[in-house]
């Protein structure tokens, strides 16, 4: 059974970075042919992709937040990682990992994390 699972602080002072950790159980990242994407929602707001690494470790970016975001992974341990730069208030939001690209063109989403609360706030 495949399973996903988000973990990370989940409150992130403003200007600082936003750190997450997703934890797949049942298939190994690095070989399977997937991608593995970072999705969040705002308060009131549909989900919005953020980015995804492919089972080889090419990484992709939304136009909105390729500046600002970093996706890597640690094979050895079967996770990937999200790092978010330079964090404002509107950047709150459930975050959650999934399994597939989601409105990206990289292909759906299949498996997801439960998400995980993180608010920006000094």
């Known amino acids: 059974q495949v399973q996903l699972q988000e973990s990370g602080p989940g409150l992130v002072k403003p200007s600082q970075t936003l750190s997450l950790t997703c934890t797949v159980s049942g298939v190994a990242i690095s070989t399977d042919f997937y991608y593995w994407s970072w999705i969040r929602q705002p308060p009131g707001k549909g989900l919005e992709w953020m980015g995804a690494i492919a089972y080889v470790g090419r990484t992709y970016y939304s136009r909105a937040l390729k500046n600002r975001t970093s996706i890597s992974r640690d094979t050895s341990k079967n996770q990937f990682s999200l790092q978010l730069t330079s964090v404002t208030p509107e950047d709150t939001a459930v975050y959650y990992c999934?399994?597939?690209?989601?409105?990206?063109?990289?292909?759906?989403?299949?498996?997801w994390g439960q998400g995980t609360q993180v608010t920006v706030s000094s």
């Open positions: 999934a399994r597939g690209g989601y409105g990206s063109g990289l292909g759906p989403s299949d498996v």
